[in-house]
């Protein structure tokens, strides 16, 4: 049975029995008032005239006309008074008698037949009283019982209620609660157990089934992958660096909150939002989208972050996938990692202004130490035996290298500052090569290298910082003086290329392995098993001098072939 249809003829039949007791209250209290009435209408004025009749009996020989009249104004409202069995006879009885009284006033046997008749009368309405209180006792005693009755009944009903209904509605919802709380703890195989044909059953039922759906999502690959993404979620949101993933179209999957906040957004106006659309309002999203080169390292992102300057140093990373029972992976999108490096580039800086310093400082007692050996090996300051020639030449090749070394170390702080000085004009590349060769004449000369010279006639000038130009190719042919065998050769090309001139030193050395080409133009990096005489700026120096002019550089080599290092510089 539904507990609305319990509820309803509990309540009903309650209600209904709340009326019966009414209603039976009701017809007892009106028969009582009936049977009291009765008593008074009928029985009582009876008496009340009874009484009046006899004193004016006892009157009639004082005031004899008045009292006549008294008796029968009385006696006509007995007449009509009539109610009890054998009353109508005495009433009679006692007309005719106070009829013959009024023709013989004196005869007192009249009068006390008068009087036995009104006495009669009397008798009778007293009796009446009596068997009509009778009457009325019975009624109130059934009005009593049948008033219990219904009362007792309307208890067992209400008590009943008060006992069973809370009951019915609590415990299936206690039990209800229980398995709820039982599945929010992921204990998806939990039931409840009541099947009444009523509205918790089918409550019940819906429950079970939920469960159940639950239980089998849960033991699902579906809830696994749903549960493993909200775990990468959380991942990636916890991840100090700002990351932004893609799909194949360039709508944005997923962003970070430390994203978020570099790029000055909320995540509602991003998910699922294509990248380019949003570029068009914000230029550090642009510049984050915006694909770099191959081969070319992008340069760190100064952004404003956590109240100073920051620098982002970006990663782009391709997500692939290779779809089943197919052998090539597909692109499905990328994520962008924005890695900070502002610690990293503080101490860059800090390292820098160090080295500037540094090799500020020491060019002035090199030169101090140049000139004292110039002054030693002028005769006029006296003569040197051969073993002191030989410390004297030792020393200059230091001071040399010195030399050397500490303005790299200066060029390369000009370059980590962005202080470049450029003096840019129109140049001749014949007169750079000369210039650059001329400088390593003597390196060369002592290795006896053979110069090759392919240069094409009639090349237009560059636009280019003659000095640091000549640096750079002086740099090259020094490396590939060093890294050539005794009696080798070393060619230097001239031509132009797509309105740029092509600067190119080819060696027959040794050459450098392939994992190693895109690491020479970094800073202090020198090929391991190479003779580490240098820096390692030389090469970084140079890169930066050649695209500061915005010129290329690079390099081709192949282990045991040689090296070939070039650079374009545009034609003016």
Known sequence: MKTKT???????????????????????????????ENILKANYNTLEYSRNMLNSLDRINSDEKEAIT????????????ITEV?????????????????KSRKD???????????????????????????????????????????????????????????NNIANPIKELTASIKEIANRNYSERVHFYNHNEFGDLAK???????????????????IAFEKKRLETLINNMHDPIIGLDNEGLILFVNNQALKIVGMKSEDVIG??????????????????????????NPIKIYADGKESYFEKEVVDITITPTGEDESITIGNVIILRNITIFKELDFAKTNFIATVSHELKTPIASIKMSL????????????SEQKQLLESIREDSVRLLKITGELLEMSQVETGNIQLNIEKTSPYDIVNYALEAVKVQAEQKQIEWELDFEENLKWVAADSEKTSWVLINFLTNA???????GKITVSLREEHDQVLFQVTDTGKGIESRYKSKVFDKYFQIPGSHKSGTGLGLAISKEFIEAQNGTIGVESELGLGSSFYFKLGTA
């Open 6 to 36: 319990k509820l309803n003829l509990g309540v009903g039949l309650l209600f209904t029995m709340i009326i019966i007791l009414s209603l039976v209250s009701a017809y007892y209290i009106f028969s009582i008032k009936k049977d009291t």
């Open 70 to 81: 008294v008796f029968e104004n009385n006696l006509k409202k007995q007449m009509v008074n």
């Open 86 to 102: 054998g009353e109508d006879k005495v009433t009679n009885s006692l007309q005719e008698n106070f009829g013959l009284l009024q």
């Open 108 to 166: 007192e046997t009249i009068k006390a037949q008068i009087r036995q008749d009104i006495f009669e009368i009397m008798k009778l309405n007293m009796e009446a009283i009596k068997k009509k209180s009778d009457v009325a006792k019975t009624t109130a005693e059934t009005a009593n019982l049948w008033i219990a009755i219904a009362g007792t009944f309307c208890f067992l009903i209400a008590f009943n209620l008060l006992v069973n209904l809370p």
């Open 206 to 224: 819906s429950f079970n089934t939920m469960a159940q759906k639950l239980e089998e999502y849960s033991n699902s690959s579906l809830h696994t």
């Open 273 to 298: 939002k294509s990248a380019s659309e949003l570029a068009v309002k914000n230029d550090l999203l642009r510049s984050l989208i915006i694909k770099d080169f191959d081969g070319i390292k992008p």
């Open 374 to 385: 110039q002054l030693l090996e002028n005769e006029s300051t006296g003569t040197v035996n």
């Open 481 to 487: 003086v060093r890294y050539s065998s005794e009696n």
